[in-house]
């Protein structure tokens, strides 16, 4: 970000004043909008949208899309995957210095052949058999994975992603187009080989974190079924879907526009992607819609996968300025993400004098303990300044690069403090 004049400030801050720029999300305009503390510094504060990365149709080795044969879909690219692939997510995260979340396929990782006994999994049913796939790039792709905890983060997407039912399967795995869910038994079993094959490579705890397959899901219970897809995943200790609102069934049960909670499950609008899945590969440009920069793995893979990093990069490159932005940050991990996403949404900020003020009143209303934790803030000023605070931990604080005028506040909430002071100094 270049240095800001005073005197573009000063037009930005009367801009400010007569309404004609307002806040992102649902966060209240400051209310007059021009803000002098007595040390004579203009500031403007934001609660800035987290902006998470999320990648579908991880974990094919085949790439070939196979519905006409009533195989998966799969990423539908010309060629097989390879443990390069696995080591782009890495790059990409570690460029960023973020765990980009992996929705991850698992049929292909069956060495074992276990889910000839879950015949709804996959489209040879009892007659599975794997052998095609199994070979030392699973070992050297699973030691990316196991190695790189820190740069990628392991999301439950499916196991086959269709449902099978003989030789025939419908959309989707866990949910159908009618957005009615799975007989309970199927789900339940469909989680439990998903853990199997997770053990198998030793790929890490069970998922926190959930991508529908094919995005069919349902808000909330859907007809014929007395729980939701939520109520038997958070007893598994899946407490997050990302998912596009504008495809999900009951959508209307949604109560805070970008999210919901769904029997205390938080359930993200994803929105648009930027391409299409048979994008190979994607060069962003286009700003993002919302909160989640959603894709599927070929639309930052190359045709060649030692020109990966030449993809990669362009993803970066695109996605660091939002870190530069006053009113968007890049999460580093979706934890982050949702706490801050609960107060760009619902936390109320103003100033008043001196003292910025954060009112976490309606935030604590919600049914679950996400936005108890640590947020960011983002604070626009037209000269150097530093913050202090009482009443809550200021875990640090810095101008981002590049400027001296944006500085960027990570908070640790302290226990009871419902109305917070941070004074400008």
């Known amino acids: 970000m270049k240095k800001i004049s005073r005197r573009i400030f000063t037009k930005y801050l009367t801009k400010l004043a007569s309404g004609a720029i307002v806040f992102g999300g649902n966060t209240p305009l400051l209310k007059s909008g021009i803000y002098k503390v007595r040390s004579g510094i203009n500031l403007k504060v934001f609660v800035p949208m987290p902006v998470q990365v999320v990648i579908d149709d991880v974990g094919w080795w085949s790439g070939e899309d196979g519905n006409k044969k009533q195989e998966p879909y799969r990423t539908g690219i010309n060629r097989n995957h390879v443990p390069?692939?696995?080591?782009?997510?890495?790059?990409?995260?570690?460029?960023?210095?973020?765990?980009?979340?992996?929705?991850?396929?698992?049929?292909?990782?069956?060495?074992?052949?276990?889910?000839?006994?879950?015949?709804?999994?996959?489209?040879?049913?009892?007659?599975?058999?794997?052998?095609?796939?199994?070979?030392?790039?699973?070992?050297?792709?699973?030691?990316?994975?196991?190695?790189?905890?820190?740069?990628?983060?392991?999301?439950?997407?499916?196991?086959?992603?269709?449902?099978?039912?003989?030789?025939?399967f419908t959309r989707a795995e866990w949910t159908d187009s009618n957005g009615q869910m799975r007989p309970r038994d199927q789900v339940e079993q469909h989680l439990d080989f998903y853990d199997k094959l997770?053990?198998?490579?030793?790929?890490?705890?069970?998922?926190?974190?959930?991508?529908?397959?094919?995005?069919?899901?349902?808000?909330?219970?859907?007809?014929?079924?007395?729980?939701?897809?939520?109520?038997?995943?958070?007893?598994?200790?899946?407490?997050?879907?990302?998912?596009?609102?504008?495809?999900?069934?009951?959508?209307?049960?949604?109560?805070?526009?970008?999210f919901g909670l769904d029997s205390g499950v938080m359930t993200v609008d994803r929105g648009r992607d930027l391409f299409s899945w048979t994008a190979f590969p994607g060069i962003p440009s286009k700003p993002i819609p919302g909160p989640t920069c959603g894709m599927h793995w070929p639309n930052m893979l190359h045709p060649?996968?030692?020109?990966?990093?030449?993809?990669?990069?362009a993803w970066a490159d695109y996605l660091k300025p939002y870190n530069d932005k006053p009113d968007?940050?890049?999460?580093?991990?979706?934890?982050?993400?949702?706490?801050?996403?609960?107060?760009?949404?619902?936390?109320?900020?103003?100033?008043?004098?001196?003292?910025?003020?954060?009112?976490?009143?309606?935030?604590?209303?919600?049914?679950?303990?996400?936005?108890r934790g640590e947020l960011t803030i983002k604070v626009l000023t037209d000269k150097p300044c530093k913050f202090r605070s009482r009443d809550t931990d200021i875990l640090s604080q810095s101008a981002q690069k590049g400027t001296e005028f944006l500085y960027k506040l990570k908070l640790k909430r302290k226990p009871g403090m419902v109305k917070v002071q941070i004074r400008a100094v």
């Open 198 to 258: 997770m053990k198998q490579h030793n790929l890490g705890p069970f998922p926190k974190s959930f991508v529908p397959a094919a995005f069919r899901h349902s808000f909330g219970p859907s007809e014929g079924r007395d729980l939701s897809l939520a109520e038997i995943f958070i007893k598994r200790g899946i407490d997050y879907i990302n998912t596009p609102f504008g495809s999900m069934h009951n959508r209307e049960r949604v109560q805070y526009g970008l």
């Open 84 to 168: 390069a692939d696995y080591q782009s997510i890495v790059d990409l995260g570690r460029t960023l210095g973020i765990r980009p979340q992996a929705a991850f396929i698992l049929c292909e990782w069956d060495k074992e052949n276990i889910l000839r006994q879950l015949p709804t999994s996959t489209w040879m049913g009892e007659k599975w058999d794997n052998t095609k796939w199994i070979g030392p790039w699973m070992e050297e792709a699973a030691d990316i994975i196991r190695n790189s905890q820190n740069y990628f983060e392991f999301t439950l997407h499916g196991i086959g992603h269709e449902y099978w039912e003989g030789d025939k």
């Open 304 to 313: 060649d996968p030692e020109r990966n990093p030449e993809v990669v990069k």
């Open 328 to 371: 968007m940050m890049l999460a580093p991990d979706s934890d982050t993400f949702q706490h801050q996403l609960v107060h760009h949404t619902i936390t109320q900020v103003s100033v008043e004098e001196d003292n910025i003020l954060l009112d976490f009143t309606k935030t604590d209303k919600l049914q679950t303990k996400i936005g």
